[in-house]
């Protein structure tokens, strides 16, 4: 099993959720998230003062998927969140030893 962890724009979640869902794939893990790269952040004028943002919004993916699906949802994620800007995101992926349905107690593929 595999899990991919995408770190995108906001606006184009509903944009990867479409794309993953169009290939089969379903259920996912959606959290709020600051954080900056090559971007930096940016200033902004408040009230007259200006002040640097450093963190910017961003949403963080996470599924857990077979292995054979793996380069699949990457495609799709990576078709669905770019933009052609900087800023656009980055996909992690990682191994995953186990996974386990609590309600269940089925593990491993079957788990998800």
């Not at 184009?12 to 993953?20: I, Q, R, T, Y």
């Not at 669905?80 to 995953?96: E, Q």
Request: proline share 3%; aromatic share 6%; glycine share 10%.
């Amino acid at each position: 099993m595999k899990k991919i962890e995408a770190v995108v724009k906001p606006f184009k979640l509903d944009d990867v959720k479409e794309a993953l869902h169009e290939i089969g794939l379903q259920g996912m893990t959606v959290v709020e998230a600051k954080g900056f790269g090559r971007q930096r952040g940016h200033t902004e004028l408040y009230r007259g003062a200006e002040y640097v943002v450093d963190f910017l919004p961003k949403l963080k993916i996470e599924i857990v998927i077979p292995d054979d699906a793996a380069e699949s949802a990457v495609e799709a994620i990576t078709k669905a969140a770019h933009t052609g800007k900087i800023g656009d995101g980055k996909i992690f992926i990682s191994d995953v030893a186990e996974a386990v349905r609590i309600r269940t107690g089925e593990k491993g593929d079957t788990a998800l």
